[in-house]
Structure formats: C-alpha cells, structure tokens
C-alpha cells in the first residue's frame, strides 16, 4: 500500500517534516510518500493563500494520476483543498484536520486546538462544524498563538512556550482533556508538549495516514454518488487548460 | 456610487444578465458595472470548478483594484470566493446567496432553495449551515433540478416545470413560506415562478446589490481585524505570480 | 419609495433620532419619515413593556394604511412587534435587530452584540437564535452596559466609556470582529465607537433602512403563505375594537 | 393552595373546559380556578391576536393581584404572553406548552405536536425551539389540521379524524412515539386519541397543573435576577395607563 | 398514590436524605417511600460505577414488581439507569436531573448546574443535551467542586463554601438566573444557597417528585412504542458472579 | 501490535464474524484476537440488555488485564458500555458505531445509519449526537428494518432485501451518499450492499480496527484528566447474584 501526502504550501521542509511524521506512524510495509505543488504559496495563513494552494493541491493529484497511490492525506491544518481533491482523485483523500478531530474525540470527551496565527481560527472552525463536534459540545473554542506559520526557528522555544500556556488555559479553564496542534508544522512538538501537558496531544498528520489506511483495507473510497462526483467533463480556458486536460 | 458584479465564471451571457438584474434592482444614481475572468470554467458546478472561479474572482478583484468602486457583488450560487475576496477587496463584498437567505428571512418564517444541478446542493448547504439558518429552522432541505448549469436553451420549459415541481413540493411537503433560486443562471426565471407558486421568489444577484448599497452607505466595509485580514506580504511561486504581484 | 419608521416606544426624541438615521443612509430619492405611537411606554426594556409596544406598532401600521407607503422599518432593539407587524402591514417590514445582525454577517466572521441595559439580553437573544447566528458561531455571546435605555444626558459620557469597555472585551476575549450596537437610542455613538475599537460598529436603524429598501426595489413582500398570512377575520372586544376595526 | 388558569382569549367555554381538566388533574386540596380576560380576542391563532391576548394575559394578573393565588398557568398553545406574565407575576407561572413538552419528554423518547390551524405552527415552533426540543432531535416535526381555533362543533368528529390521521402519521413517517396536542380547545379530546394511536397522548392544561403545583410546593418561583424582573417603575401613557398603575 | 425513590448506590443516608426531601415536597396524601439496592456502589462518580449503579436501579425496579407503586423517581444526578428504568417499569419513571433541568427552565430564562466531583461533568451534561437546554442557550456551562460525592461531614462547610463561589461566578460571569445543584446528598443544602445567591436553587428529587405526581394524575406513562418498549423476552445466561469478582 | 476486540454479548457467531472482519482488514503483523463475555444477554436490542453487556464488556477488560493487548474494539452498533470501558482500559478503546461514523464522514458528505430492529435507532442516534453529526446535516435520519439482532438464518435474504430498501430510500429520498450498517451482526453484508446501492457501504467493525491501530501508532490514548480517569479507588459490596437472578 502506497500513501501519498500532499503538502499544499510550497515549503519543501514542511513536506519533509510531514514525510517523517507519515513514516513513523505508518504500519509495516506502507510505503509514505510526500510532496508539494511546484508553484503556489510558501504557507496558508489566509484565504486567499488557501485558494491559491487549493489549485495547487489538485495539480499534485492530477500528475500523480498514473502512480499506483491507494490514498493521498493533505496535510496543511483546514483541510487545503480537501472537497475538490475528492473530486479529482480516484482513491480516498484524508485531511489532516479531521483526522486529529477524529482521532480526539476517540480519546478525549472534551479537547481544543491550538493553531497559529490567530486569523485561520476560521479555517479550523470551517472543519470543526462541519463535523459538529463544536455543537456536541466537544470541541472547545479554538486558541491560537500569533505568529506566523513561518516563524522563525530561533522563535522556536518562544512559540513551544506560547503553546503550552494555551494549552494550559484550554485544559484549566475551558476543562479540555486533548489538544490538537493546528498546525502541520508544529507536529513535532507534539511528543514535548504532552509530557507537559499531561493530556493526549494530537498531530494530524500521523494520524491522517493511519485513517487513510484503514479506509484502504476497509476498501472504502469517496462516494461519487452526488457532492464529490468526478467534475463535469467542460473545456476550461486559460492557464487553467493544463488543469483542465488532465481531467476532461 | 458604483457597484460591480463579478461573474466567477466564464460566461459572458450569464454575466449580462446579471448586470441587468443588478441594474433592474439599484437604486437611482447607482452605475452597476459586471465582468467576468477572462479564464477559468464556463460554469461552476462541483468544488474543482469552484476552486478553478475562486482564483478568477481573485484576479477580477485585483485588476479593478484602481476603478472607484464601492462594494463588489458575487454572481454564482454557493458564494463562489466569498472569503478570499473580503481579505483581497478594499471595499465590501457581498455574496448573491447570502444575500438571497438573508432577504427570504426577511420576508417569510421558512424557505427553501431550489438549485441545480444535484450534486450542488452541498455548495449552498455550505452557505446556510455558515449562517445557522438550517438550524434555526429556517431554512428547509435543499432542493434540486438535476440539470447542468449550462442546460440548453431548449429545455428551459422543462426546466420551469422541474422548478415549480421542487417549488411546489418545498412548500406543500416541507412547509416553505418562499423560495430562493439557487444559480445565478435562471435569476430571469424569478418573477415567473413567483407568479405560479404565490410566494416570494428570491433571485440572489438582485438583493445583494441592495445589500451592498446599504453597505457602502451605511460606511460599513468588511472588518480587517482577523478573519478577513489583508493577506500576509508574501512571495508567491509560478503563474500565481501575477496575482501575487497586485496584493503583497 | 417611501420607508417610514416606527419607534415602538412613546419618546419623540427617538424618533428623531431614528430619522436622522435613516435619512442619512437612505438613497437618493427615497423618502424616510417616522412616528411613534401616541399611547404606550417611553421604553422597551422589559417584556411586559414589549407587549404594550408591540399593540403601539401594530396600531401606527394600522393607522398608517392609507398612506403610500413602500416599506416599515421598526426601531427598536429586540424588533418589538415584528411578527404581528409582517402580519397585518401590506408592504415589508425590517426590523432594525435583525437588519443589524445581517449586516454584521456581511462584513465580519464573528461579531458581538452590546447592548443595555443588561436584562434585555433576553430580547436580542431571541432575534440571533431566530436566524440561527449563536449556533453557527456567528454571534458570540451577549454583552450589556446595565444603565436604563433613557439614562441622563449626563450620563452619557459614562455610558460611551462603558459600551467601549465592553467592547473591547468583546474583541480581545471572544475574538469579536465586529460591534452590534444593541438599542437605537445609542445608534449616533456608533461612528466614535467605531474609531476607538477599529472594527466595523453597526446602527441597525441605518441598515434597516437600506434592506427595506431592497427588498420594495427588488419586489419582494412579506410571504402570506402561512405564519404572516392576514390575521383571520374575527371580532375583538373591549378597548381593541379600535385596533381590530382596521384590520377585519 | 390555589392554581389560576388564564385563558389568554375570550371565549368562557374555553375557560370551562380549561377549568375541568385542571380539576381534574390537580392534587387533593389544592384549589384551581380559571378565568379569561374581558376584553380581547375569541381565539388566538395569529401574532396579532396574541399581541391583544398577550396585554390581556397581564391585566387577568393585575387583576388578580390581592388574591391569594399560589402559581398561575397559561393555557393557550404557545404560551401567549408567558414571558411578562413571568416579570409581572409574584408567582410562578407555568405555560401549557412548555409543560406539554416536558412531560412528553418524560415519557417518550421523540414526540410531534399536532395542532391547528395550520398557520400556527410558528407560535408552537417558538416553544420547542426555546427549550432545544427540536435540535435534541425529541421534538420532530410540528403538524396541523388546518381548521380555525373555534371550528363549528359539528365539524368535531372530522377534525378528530383529520388529527388521528395526523397523529398516525407522526408515528408511521416520522417515529414519533408521543403525540402533543396543540390546542386547549381539543384537551378533552386527548383521551380517545391515546386510544385510538397507542401512545401518550398529551394535553398540556392538565400537565401544566402538576408542573405548577410542583414548583410552589418546592418553593420555586421565577428568577428575579434579570430576564424576568419586575418591569421597571415607569409611567406608561393612554389606554395603558391602568395596566401601567397597577405594575408601577 | 405511591411513589418510589430509588437511591442508585448503596449509601443508606442518602436514601433517608432523599425520602425526606420527596415527602417534603409530595402532594397530601401521596405515599412516598425509598429503597437503594442491596449492592452496588456506595456512590457514582464514574461511568464504571454509572454501569454497576444501573444493574441496581433495574433489580430495585424488578424487587418492587408487585407492590402498589404509581411511579419510579431516580435519585442519582446524571439519572443513572433511567432508559432501562423506562424499559422494565410498568409506571412512569422520572429522574431527578432531567426534572431539575424542567423546574429550571420554567422559573429561569438561564441557568447553571453546579456539581461534584469534577468528572461528573460529563454525566450532566448528557441529561442536558439530550433535552437540548445547551444548545438552546438554557444551560450554561456546568461547573464542578471537585470533591468526591461522600466527602467527609467535617468538610461540609468547605464543600458548601466552594458551591457558593461556583454559584456566584455562573451568575456573575455567565448570567446564570437559577442553580440546579448536581448532585443529591446535596440537597439539603438547597435553601441555605438560595439564601446567599439570591437566585432560584433547584434540588432535583423534589421536584422529581412533583412531576412524578403530575404523570400518574395525568395518567400519562412511558410510551411503548419503540425506544422503551419492554425488553423483548430472552434467556441471560450466568450469574453474573465473576462479574461481581472482578469489579470488587 | 494486538488488537483486541469484546463483543458485548454472548453469542459466539458474533464474535466469530468479529474476528473475521478485523482480521481482514488489520494491518501486517498486527494480531486480532476476540472475546464474548461468558454471562450476559446473546444480544443488545434494549437499554435493558444495553446494561447487563456493559458489565459485560468492563468484566472482558479486567480479565484480560494481564495480556498484551494495544487496544480494544468494542463491537456492538451503539458502543455497549464504550465510556466505563475507557475508564477501566489501560489502552484505547474504540467503538465500531463512533469508528464507522467517521469512516462515513471521510468518505462522503451525508450518509445514513440502516440498523435492527427498529427500536434500537435510539441507541445510534445517542452515538452520531455525541459527535454532532446530526446538527452539522452529515448523518441523515437513521432508518431500521424491524426484525431482532438474532433473525433466523432463513431469513437472511429477506433481511437483505429489506435493507437494500432502506438503503435505496436514504439514497433516494434522503440524499445519502454513504451507508452504515447499524448492527455487527451484518458486517459480512457490507460487499453484496455496496455492490447493490452504488455507494460505499461501511462495516464498523473493520474500521474500528484500523482506527485502533492508528491511536496505537500514534501513541495515543484515553485521557485520564477527568471524564475517563480510572474509576476511584471504592469498595463495591455485594456479589450481584441477586440481580442476576432477577434478570434472567
């Protein structure tokens, strides 16, 4: 079995972390492979960055098309790109955001995410609801810590720092009992920041690619019944043509 | 005052029609310019095609981004780039759906949209849950005509009659009190059916221009604080480097 | 067109104020007028003040049958008498709480809502859950400065200072992105408000205005389907016979 | 002790039947007694109605001040006027309907209300909606036979078949495994519709008793802490001026 | 009429407790009497003991087959073994949270649970969302004294204490109205709270009590219609011994 | 790694099935093992029998204490006994309902539950609003064919049938683009199903597996910070012998 994860930013050290975290949690004999689209934004920190990665997520996915890949998992936290992803791919797709949500609430009755920066609380809360998890009381309201995804690494001990003192309020004050990290690029902190904590600590990427297995073996793959169908064969214009060829 | 309407996709027609309804609907003194992407699909009808128009809604707002303009309307059901045009755009945007629910709560207690095709349903249930008007019991299941966006002139007749089924269905099954039309496509279909069924029949592209009026006098523009921020000053990679070029 | 406003409550000077408001936002050519019943209560502050005004509202619409007018805004946080009012009025009627948490939608993620004094939460409740914006995560909770809505002049001073406090409150705790203000009697604070806190302060006399409008140019009424159908032909007694004359 | 009933409307055969069933489901030694307002409305089944009978709910109160009267229940479907009864009451007040809900809730898993006419469905929705019924997923959805309040009694046995089948479908379609009734004014009819449907049927007169009789004999009465303290002191002006004297 | 307690743990004290506050609060001439199970928990603090407390609840029910008993009350916050209850009794069955909740939301427009200990939370919660008060805005979050269910007498005034400053903060931070106290061995501490809070404070086995009172004067029962229909008839197998073993 | 998996009732067929599916679908080198508690009730269709297997599933944990097991799976469609079993685990426990939800949600947009016999949709709708996948419009009403967890073997066609029934219903009528079969019992039917509806068809069994593994390689587990802290240390008294005679 081959998994694939999508990096949707352009920052190829992100891919390796992300690749790392795939290797380590992947089971005997899966291969885990990673990369990131050519041309598109070096992180997602906004909409219009998202939109940007959206496309380059799909292109990553069209020109993976010939390879023998039995899932992808996209692993920017919002889920980059997830909807039309499913779309366009003929095998299963994972986010990484709804796996960690997933993978919480099997552990915890009650959790939060600490994200970065504070402005893509709104993607987090985009996959939250769509699940429901924040009206069943389960997931609590998100915390960010404000920098950017991109910081600095001699800001690294400053930031691990401003985690955990969210970390701390979301348990003490809003009574979480899992953090998930909202963030791909901070999923190595995940092991250092549970030690502190005292509480799971989720990084999505690990446990993206274990769902992505079990839907493997479980033969379970994207309905093509109505929402995620394969796009409409249509002649697009534009620089988009070479998006477009691949799936027309 | 001058509001503009960006058809996300392709098709001219479509954009006509849309600045005649938004002509039809703004108030005296108000020039309503539209315009569509020079690129991009001929209709938005799956999450590819809609991550393909976002890009264009994109690029439609950085190339007025000198033109006196005063608030920016979306004409494609589903609010096609909503999100990233309120952080890219100086002026408020307002998105023909929302706006289209937002006047069905006005006018009546319950409603319904009638879209197309099928498989779309899931784009406008997106804009509803965004609001919680499907949990306020407002807004009742979505509806749809499983024709494609572009359907034939030819069909149009049948098409009308599958409308005014679904309509018909909405209100003596469901209990509607109105009826959004849910594509930009068939806004001219609006006073038709209203006529057939006896309740309010909303086209989207017409109230949003209102709404944006009431905006921009009001001196109301989309919030900066989070959210909607200005994108992050970054350098993008590839053929986004003309859009990044207008914004960072 | 011609909106006229109707101040549920018995204070002139409201109504002044009302009309100023909705003067300033109106479009060219439209005609703003506004009056207050002669009978009732100087305030809405309790629910048992909400059901005298509520027969005030519902006797100027009655009262005003005659005369041409294209739409009735009602001024009044809590949108007091709405329901019965959308019953009986032949044209559309907004109501200022309503219009305001729809404007709030258009141009931030999350917005909060300040009004006084603090037992009226109850009223504002009522109008965000009726559309929904608590459970989507739109409408964050609800804050008040506890002074009566007629304060003294004084007062006001005190007032301003306190509405900013809690406004600030609201952005830095809840992650607000835009203000609500949350009775009409503050509505000409809104612009200073607006400079202290840098987000965007809603009126919502001024954008109920502007979405009467909209829905009269886009020829959209009250739906007479079901819960705002005429009310039944019926012979009150008493000191309503008045009311009821005009209505069966 | 003593329980007041108030029927919100004018029609003393109401009150009679409303007095019977309170009787009848009251414990031993407790007092019950019942009256309707003198002046207002026959019947409520629109807002405009219930804004009269609202007025007429707090003057039966005002009225009813010096007398010894331990807790008040409202008994009109939809609770008329309950929220100032709450502020103007030195006693707990119970609705018919909320009390409908609750004891439904105590005995079966998932219910539906069955009312009429068909166009107040708004006004029992508003009930379940302000408990969360509705979003538990116990109260499904609210049916009606579209027949007025006061239907000639020769159309009784049609309206009991036209309920039954109703009743039958909320169990058949829907699942529903208790059936509400959504009138005072078809209480009695509560017993043989149990018979036919093999379910609890409930009338929420006889219920809203029990639930009053509870809350005096555990000394509970309504929060005077802020949505429902005493309406402010304050000089109401007109035909409002003997309610106002007898609040302030 | 006869109504039964069921003390869910084998705490006798608790059950003399909760015998006191129901014939406090029964109705003339209502006989009320109490039982916990010969074995079991001496108190439940967790789902494994939620678990073991059930079994308990259900033979208590099965013991008590013969004997005149009009309805079942259970005594135990979370109201551990209700569904089964529902099941096997031949009478309705009322828990003491379910009915705190009913008594809170009608003397309260908002309210609070305060419980203990801190990991009971989550048993609260359940009862509140499956009655939907949490979503409706109706219950706030709930809070938590965090010492175990029998702390020692001596602590008694710490314990009562720390309730108050619970109380205090879910009227001053949250806008709570009323309190409901989580837990029965409480109970008796009811009136000294609402003394100091100034709010409503609701002990839920009296008014279980009451409402168990107003279903049998209704004659209203659990539906057998689907979720609680009796157990289909079927052979356990075992003594349950090693369960016993290993548990204890 | 060793997944161990508890089928909650007596019945050796399941646990047969069980081992069978979990099997299948583990990952290389991860054994599967599989056990039914030696007392209790051969199937779970009421809260009554719901109760005797959670003492079932918690006696299973504790006898196997001592093994090296990674993870448990607990196999019955509304999750017997799931949170006393992650309160007494030392290592995660997964439920197949919660397990097949998600595999649902990742698979497709709306899905539908269809489970046996009717009056157990309780017991899965207690498991999809635990997740809020009800609110967030993802799981569709659940749908039932009523006939007992043990139906005859020659009846199984006949039971096929009726599921494809409901199946096709919540496809057609519903716009479910997923199944989930509600009973373990009928794992084995997921192939032929989705062979017949053209959708993806889910087996909880099988995915709980996968999901347990990735908790296991992620090094996750249940949170002991409050609501799954291992029981308090407390001495149960009794041996439930009495009960055991009671119930069976």
Redesign the interface.
């Given at each position: 079995m081959r998994i694939h994860i999508i990096n949707p930013n352009?920052t190829a050290a992100f891919t390796h972390a992300d690749l790392a975290a795939g290797q380590a949690?992947?089971?005997?004999?899966?291969v885990v492979t990673a990369s990131e689209p050519?041309?598109?934004?070096?992180?997602v920190?906004?909409?219009?960055?998202?939109?940007?990665a959206?496309?380059g997520v799909?292109s990553e996915i069209r020109r993976l098309e010939g390879e023998p890949i039995d899932a992808f998992v996209i692993a920017c936290f919002g889920d980059t790109?997830l909807?039309?992803a499913?779309?366009?791919a003929r095998v299963?797709v994972?986010g990484m955001t709804?796996?960690a949500l997933?993978?919480a609430?099997?552990?915890?009755?009650?959790f939060s995410i600490v994200t970065l920066p504070?402005?893509t609380?709104?993607h987090s809360?985009r996959v939250v609801?769509?699940?429901?998890?924040?009206?069943?009381?389960?997931c609590l309201p998100i915390r960010a810590v404000d920098v950017?995804v991109l910081f600095d690494e001699s800001e690294e001990d400053a930031v691990l720092k401003a985690i955990l003192a969210e970390g701390r309020a979301a348990?003490d004050t809003d009574?979480?009992?899992?953090i998930v990290l909202g963030c791909a690029g901070i999923g190595h902190l995940a092991?250092p920041i549970e030690t502190e904590l005292?509480?799971?600590v989720?990084?999505g990427v690990?446990?993206a690619?274990?769902?992505a297995?079990?839907?493997v073996?479980?033969?379970?793959?994207?309905?093509k019944?109505?929402?995620?169908?394969d796009?409409?064969a249509?002649?697009?214009?534009?620089?988009?043509r070479s998006?477009a060829r691949s799936?027309s």
């Open positions: 352009t949690s992947a089971s005997a004999g899966v050519p041309e598109g934004t070096p992180s920190e906004s909409h219009f960055e998202e939109a940007v959206a496309l799909i790109g909807a039309p499913r779309e366009v299963p994972v709804e796996a997933m993978a609430a099997l552990v915890a009755d009650t504070a402005r609380r709104i809360h609801r769509s699940l429901g998890l924040d009206l069943a009381g389960r950017p348990i009574a979480a009992e899992a092991r005292g509480v799971p989720i990084d690990s446990v690619v274990g769902m297995e079990t839907l073996r479980c033969r379970l793959t994207t309905s019944r109505s929402s995620y169908a796009p409409p249509k002649t697009l214009s534009g620089s988009f998006i799936i």
